[in-house]
């Protein structure tokens, strides 16, 4: 029999095909961490007072960036024995040191958008290089609060960034901030801020919660959160939920694939994932943080834009839930996921017999509740969050889906793809 981990590696090397398991996905699901949200914890870590331990984050490159990074600001990083351990040495509010060296993020934009915020926020001078995406709208933000930011136009790395002790706190609007960055960057810098700081608009899934796992203090009016400049930051474990977008790709293939019986290991207990999924009829059972889940039929509904704007990468596979649902559904705001995303999820659908429409900011899917024919063909270097989605629609389908290239899932999702092909089995994900 194959080995899970060696199909992941050769899917690697060539094409993926992607086909209906004879028996359904069954058994327990354990994911990978969300690198997300750890590598937002471990920038809060570093701005708290004491030893933070962070379980279940993946040791990925993004996660070596900011360790790297972190450590030439003055905190200690530590990557314990097991190799999602991490432990973090605060400095608190104020504490960190200028680097002797530039900050570099690799080429992942939330580490340059999480490090801006942390340096904005303090009396250094510091060079941030990495990152790729440009940081316009941020380093905007940043300069009004009050540090002072050189680059090229556009603001992409490297960038020159010099911080303040005295930043003023923030009332920005954001429409849209699909991946969630631009607003923990923002949060990081108003943590440094003399008063109190308002954000209005979606606030990434778990955010405020982590920030009030180590002490920070907030209150919601209406859609706006209020942030508490200056807190004393305490310490505190934390063990890191699954990866939403691995969590949704195996949520989403326990409802669709006939036969389904899964467990799915430390999914967040605010995940609004799960409440889109009830929404369209599903009954996922969740208790202590575990997700047990069955094939089922899906209703259409209609799903308000302040939800749907909560999901980010994890939005293109409740499109998938909704084309095989009975009825239309519409997704209002699913623009705000982002342009390239949304084009790209309309043409997987459509390539593989799904109904769906645009009417400006929505998506609408209509479905009879049978499985799409499928037999779609996803070329190289899509987004992840495009490429787990051709995975699940391939599992469901009548016909297998062909990945031309899965690096992207292997770079962003270490794991992840080894996880679903355990739980469905390795002939349903072979190398075409």
Known sequence: MSNPAAVEADTILGKLRASRPAQGLAGRIRLPGDTALGLRAMAIAALAVGSTDITGLPDGAPVQSMARALRQLGAGVEQLPQATHWRVQGRGIGGLQEPARPLDAGTFPLVAHLLSGVVAGHPLFATLCGGEAPLLPLTEALAAMGARIAGRRGRRPPLAFEGSAELLPFDIS?????????????????????????????????????????????????????????????????????????????????????GSRIIVEDVAPDSPFLAALRALGAAP?????????????????????????????EGPLLALAAAFAQGSTRLRGAAGWGESRLEALIRLLNANGAKTLREGNDLILTGDGRPLPGGGHLPTQEEPCIAMSAIVLGLAADTAVTLEDTRPLDTALPGGLQALTAAAGATALVRA
């Open 174 to 258: 954001l429409a849209a901030d699909p991946e969630g960055a631009l607003t923990a960057a923002l949060l990081l810098a108003g943590l440094c801020a003399r008063g109190d700081s308002r954000l209005t608009g979606a606030i990434p899934a778990g955010m405020d919660t982590l920030l009030r796992h180590f002490g920070a203090v907030l209150r919601q009016e209406g859609r706006t959160l209020v942030l508490e400049g200056q807190p004393e930051l305490q310490a505190a474990p934390l063990h890191l939920p699954a990866d939403p977008l691995a969590a949704a790709a195996a949520l989403v293939a326990g409802l669709l694939v006939p």
């Open 285 to 313: 059972e969740a208790v202590a943080g575990h997700v047990t889940l069955e094939h089922g039929p899906l209703r259409g509904a209609d799903l308000a834009e302040v939800h749907i704007l909560q999901l980010h990468a």
